[in-house]
């Protein structure tokens, strides 16, 4: 009997800068390990009937083999989160931590039985997801330009001149949004670019300079501290973003 294949797919959501995704992984032997690359966002995962948050990455998250089924998910996009949580993404960050721990019970309780109810626990989560931010209000609208800014390629000097914040301002802000400093948030981001292109087709030298590397070598470098493998290892392995069947979502060390 051939090998069933992981399966992850995703969609945009509703809640600006989300997106919702479901992961099938097969019960059985032979599964393949999974490797979560930095992305600069945060998660909220239904799992076994569990809710999970996973916090900002600095590095490589590597899920258990062992784990098997299906999970659904929203991932929140840079400084979303912790507004919606109402926690700290520094309080979260290289941590996967049950929802439980950090709202009163009963109120996990009360959405967790909601979840497991419905026959789409993705879109269930997108509609507490929405919900939430309909009661807390938009991510403070200076670190959601701060991170518009590096996803475009700013530095991080032109980026707090452009929203007026200074360094100790914007190093406070950003650890309470996204987890780390902006020079780790605009380094993790600038990883993303890079793959991005190559998926895209461009050769590494080329991907490198178009992301603000400043040539294949930073990158590989920036590959090896960021995802600890290398750019022909990542991608022979099957690359979680041009095939569906070998995912690697995003769920996610040192801060600058």
Same mark, same amino acid.
């Given at each position: 009997m051939p090998r069933r294949h992981q399966r992850y797919q995703e969609r945009p959501s509703r809640l600006d800068g989300a997106v919702v995704w479901t992961l099938d992984v097969p019960q059985g032997p032979g599964q393949p390990a999974r490797s979560v690359l930095p992305d600069g966002c945060?998660?909220?995962?239904?799992? @076994?009937? $569990?809710?999970v948050v996973a916090g900002p990455d600095t590095h490589a998250f590597e899920v258990d083999p062992r784990d098997?089924?299906?999970c659904a @998910?929203? $991932?929140?996009g840079p400084g979303t989160a912790p507004v919606l949580l109402g926690v700290p993404a520094h309080e979260l960050r290289d941590h996967r931590v049950d929802l439980a721990e950090l709202w009163p019970r009963g109120a996990v309780a009360a959405l967790t039985e909601r979840i497991a109810g419905c026959a789409d626990p993705a879109a269930a989560l997108e509609e507490f997801a929405l919900a939430r931010s309909a009661d807390t209000g938009p991510p403070d609208p200076l670190t959601s330009a701060v991170a518009d800014g590096l996803r475009r390629g700013r530095s991080v000097a032109s980026t707090a001149a452009e929203v007026g914040l200074g360094a100790?301002?914007?190093h406070r802000r950003s650890l309470a949004a996204f987890g780390y400093g902006p020079k780790t948030l605009a380094r993790i981001l600038?990883?993303?670019?890079a793959l991005a292109l190559v998926r895209a087709g461009l050769p590494y030298a080329d991907a490198a300079c178009a992301a603000g590397c400043t040539d294949q070598a930073h990158l590989a470098r920036?590959?090896?501290d960021l995802a600890g493998?290398?750019?022909g290892a990542y991608f022979s392995a099957g690359d979680p973003e041009a095939n569906s069947d070998t995912p690697h979502p995003s769920g996610s060390s040192t801060t600058a």
């Open positions: 945060m998660d909220l995962i239904w799992t @076994a009937g $569990r809710l098997r089924g299906s @998910a929203i $991932r929140f100790r301002q914007l600038r990883l993303q670019r920036e590959m090896r493998t290398t750019l």
